[in-house]
């Protein structure tokens, strides 16, 4: 099987951030407010365009918030399925932000992710609600939306990749995947081609060319890839509410505990997180998506180390169907979710002092601590399995998912027999 390094350096990326952004987010009311609120296209696009004007500094606040959080990398909607484009259309439309508001919004975007040394990723939709060919004559169409990706690949420097999504909506038809993607790898030969397959096809493997499947507000599994002629990533995109794009009555917010989870289950499987948040109009972020990115950034600045670089194990922790191990080289992480808090029976529910977890392993363990505090974690090892004394938080701490780091013997020095 073919493994190809910019794959490779994709899943150590870990943790993306998610942006839908563009004309409806002055509408405030989701990103398909178009199409399901019914709204004329012509008093859509008028009165939008009117309004649409993002702070100055918007792409730099997104970058920083997406660093803080610990992100690696951002996907942008660039073109959404209004049809209007963050980036610099030239002569193939004038609906885009160069003709709205004189700004080319991609490249005020890319231009933050380099300068916070994140990886920038272009969002663009295949289906489109503006462009007339798409209903008239997809073929004119397909040539259409090759030539707005082609700009894409060719004015903005590397990228980390091309996410499409909307093919799901004509699946019977043919999208000339071949030229699409082939002219990506001409240009980009290193980037990440990803074709969401929607909710209803989670984790699919599509055309040869694609580089990660999709997991969409669902938990990834670990992909079968025997037989696959290459190795293929995967990333599950997760929304905080109902909407991806800023809804201002969208209540129905996620526990920030859910999203620690989410990027936790995600590397379980070897998967990329990519959170998503709606700016409001100004490009500005709400103050509940802000607040998740910080918390965020609490839990990932503590336990990082952990995220990016390890892979996963398949080991089974006994007893403890949410608690999984990854490794990167000779070092173990064990993932603790469901820890209490404890305290005084009168402060908190639970007064136990240890949970143990155990799991089997072949190689020697020498020495486990916390990765967050560094404190030491007692074990114990016969033969093959393992069990570690996972103590709960004390008062004062509850950081959802806890790490232990496990040093093992490294295999040119372990007598156990195959290690």
């Not at 570690?388 to 790490?403: H, L, S």
Request: proline share 5%; glycine share 8%.
């Amino acid at each position: 099987m073919i493994i190809k390094q910019y794959i490779r350096d994709f899943e150590r990326l870990g943790f993306g951030l998610f942006v839908h952004y563009g004309l409806y987010s002055v509408l405030g009311k989701g990103e398909w407010a178009e199409e399901l609120l019914s709204i004329p296209r012509e008093q859509y696009e008028r009165e939008l365009t009117t309004q649409f004007s993002p702070r100055p500094d918007w792409a730099q606040q997104l970058a920083q918030a997406a660093k803080n959080a610990g992100c690696r990398y951002i996907t942008l909607t660039v073109r959404h399925h209004d049809g209007f484009s963050l980036y610099d259309a030239g002569d193939l439309t004038d609906f885009d932000a160069p003709h709205v508001c004189g700004r080319d919004l991609a490249q005020e975007f890319v231009d933050a992710c380099r300068d916070n040394g994140l990886v920038p990723f272009f969002y663009h939709t295949l289906l489109d609600w503006h462009e007339p060919t798409y209903r008239a004559d997809f073929p004119a169409y397909l040539r259409y939306l090759r030539q707005s990706v082609e700009r894409l690949c060719t004015r903005y420097g590397k990228i980390g990749g091309i996410w499409f999504d909307g093919m799901w909506e004509r699946p019977n038809d043919d999208w000339e995947e071949d030229a699409l993607y082939g002219m990506i790898r001409a240009h980009q030969p290193e980037a990440m081609i990803i074709n969401n397959t929607g909710m209803q096809a989670m984790g699919v493997l599509g055309h040869i060319e694609l580089d990660s499947v999709t997991f969409e507000r669902g938990k990834p599994l670990p992909i079968n890839q025997a037989g696959a002629p290459k190795y293929i990533a995967s990333e599950m995109c997760q929304v905080l509410a109902d909407h991806w794009g800023y809804a201002a009555d969208d209540l129905n917010y996620k526990a920030p505990a859910d999203a620690i989870r989410d990027l936790a289950v995600c590397r379980r499987c070897g998967s990329n997180l990519l959170l998503n948040v709606g700016p409001v109009g100004d490009g500005s972020l709400r103050s509940m998506d802000a607040a998740v990115l910080e918390l965020m950034g609490r839990w990932t600045a503590l336990n990082g180390e952990a995220i990016y670089v390890p892979r996963p194990t398949g080991i089974a922790v006994e007893g403890q169907p949410d608690d999984f191990l990854l490794r990167e080289r000779s070092t173990y992480y064990l993932f603790c979710d469901h820890l209490p808090m404890v305290a005084d029976p009168n402060v908190a529910k639970y007064t136990e002092t240890e949970y143990a977890v155990s799991f089997p392993l072949e190689c020697t363990i020498t020495a486990a601590e916390w990765v967050d505090t560094g404190e030491p974690v007692t074990f114990t090892q016969q033969e093959d399995k393992v069990t570690v004394a996972t103590v709960p938080f004390t008062y004062g701490r509850n950081t959802v998912v806890r790490v232990v780091r496990l040093h093992t013997r490294p295999a040119e020095n372990d007598e156990r027999k195959g290690v």
